[in-house]
């Protein structure tokens, strides 16, 4: 049964981490094409003061937890850390190339504040875990 539930997480984490990397790489906005008509417009899909910001920071959250719960006992762990940092950097700024799209540090802050914040639960329950 644990091997099945690993499994459809690898599968949920790959499928994931595609469909991000298309929403990001897209020059122009999907999700705003599929709400508004428009693939100039981004959608907020949380509304709050601080923009489409939330967003980014709960997608990174999402594929960062699937991610390193599909790897919670593999030697690659640390590997997969270092490899959600750096995507969470690197796709906000191939903005700056991509067009129709454009670069904002509070996007990159929250790409990375969504992956630590999965990486320090998931840390923490490695650790938590040892203790009992």
Known sequence: MKNNVLKLIKYLYYCSLVGLLILYLFPGSLLGYLFYGNFSKQP???????????????????LSILGLISCF?????NQTIIFLIFLSI???????????RSFEFL??????LGTLIAIFIIVFYKKYKKIL
């Open 44 to 62: 907020d899909l949380i509304p709050n003061p601080i923009g489409t910001s939330i967003n980014h920071a709960l997608a990174f959250l999402y």
């Open 73 to 77: 006992r593999d030697k690659n762990f």
């Open 90 to 100: 690197v796709l906000e700024l191939s903005h700056y190339v991509i067009p129709n």
């Open 107 to 112: 996007d990159l802050f929250a790409n990375l």
